[in-house]
């Protein structure tokens, strides 16, 4: 390759601040001394050139054969096209949500099945993004042995990749971009070493995906969760063999306690909305604690939050509830921002352990929640790790973190909805296709003629289920 033409490249994204250095936290919550932002290039059109040139040489020189050229969205999106042009090989457009009307293909352009597919990225850190493009191909029957990206900042990115049969070949690997930086004076020895050690020390946090999520068992999980209510939660799955959530929607509070006394050893966990009780009391948290105790389930209060910070605060300890002295965990949405999470995270009345799942998706038909909603509301979480209990949502993609759990409502075995918008999914598809791991089981249960025999058959049927996946026997 031309040691001119790429030194000439490196120096240039110095200079439009696509690299920069300092302190900075990346979207994971670590801080790192280096930060790339390469969308400012399509700003410079003679760098676009001179990148798509170098990229288009390595391709020329490494990968012998490829049909197509497919870049991961978004930022490397215009450089595959100059690609696809300057190599004349024809381009797929990946899309990274499914249109909600007309062809629901997530692959654009004409290809046939076996061809195979050169994939073109900007920065891999984990290569996680570049695995999920690699798997939304694949579904098509396209073979991807070969990926061709800018920078590979050397953390771990490149052997995920090679385990997964895709060559990387890059531009630059950060050592090296770093070193020609260094040798020009635009930065100091300092900052180049502070680099090097940052890159030997930060390895990119375990990503995977979200079928590796799937395929850990529940005990395993426990180990890599930062949430001290997820811990329980994944060992009382473990010990009880139940990923069951009864949702006692009662309004007795006698009711709902008669209920739990007979399913209470068959559920992991017992949704809450203590809004709905037209007797509530202190006495029946004492009660409904004891039963907690004794069955060993922890309580979640699906009390869905959505104020502003200080409101939630109140509304989390104080009135006639003081859900925060009771709930083991809570639901909220993610809606106001980040005070939310910072009122829900104030330590209160000395007690920890205490946990959130944020709603990211809903069951409910024409709801408004949007992909790009989803997407910033698992960012947000990232940054409250010690609260964060995992997501309540419908899909395995939301988020990867083995750690977090997803709370899927949603579910029956003899529906497919009611009459005010709830949408029913069989067990076989929200665990095995869609990574629930508690699944919220409500009316179904309490409105069965004998909910005891229902919540066996329940927990059995789920359990299987989650047996299943974790063999690893998913299709
Ligand atoms: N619930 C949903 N869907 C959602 C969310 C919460 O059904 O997306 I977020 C709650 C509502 C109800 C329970 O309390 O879960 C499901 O009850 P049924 O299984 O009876 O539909």
Redesign the pocket.
Known sequence: MDNNKLEGVALKLFDINAVKFGEFMTKSGIETPVYFDLRVIVSYPRVMELITSLLCDIVATKVKKYDHICGVPYTALPIATLMSVQAKKPMLLRRKEAKAYGTKKMIEGHYNVGETCLIVEDVITSGSSVLETVKELNKEGLVVNNAVIILDREQGGRKNLETNNVNVDALFTMTELIGILEKHKKITKEMSMKVRNYLTEVKAPVTGSSEERMLLSYEKRAELTSNPVAKQLFNIMSIKKTNLCL?V?LTSSIKILELLEKVGEYICLV?T?VDIIEDFSLDFITRLKQLAQRFNFLILE?R?FADIGNTVLLQYQKGLYKISEWADCV?SHSLPGEGILKSLSTPCNGLENRGVFL?A????EGNLISPEYREVTVNMASKYPNIITGF?CQNKDTFKDPGLIQLT????LESAK?DLG?V?NSPDKVILDNGADII?????IIAAKSPEAQAVIYRDTLWKCYLKRVSGKLE
């Open positions: 949702s929607d949704k909305h699906d869905k639901t709603l998706e809903m069951s409910s309540v409502p949603g579910v029956q009611d709830q029913y919220v089981v409500g009316r179904g």
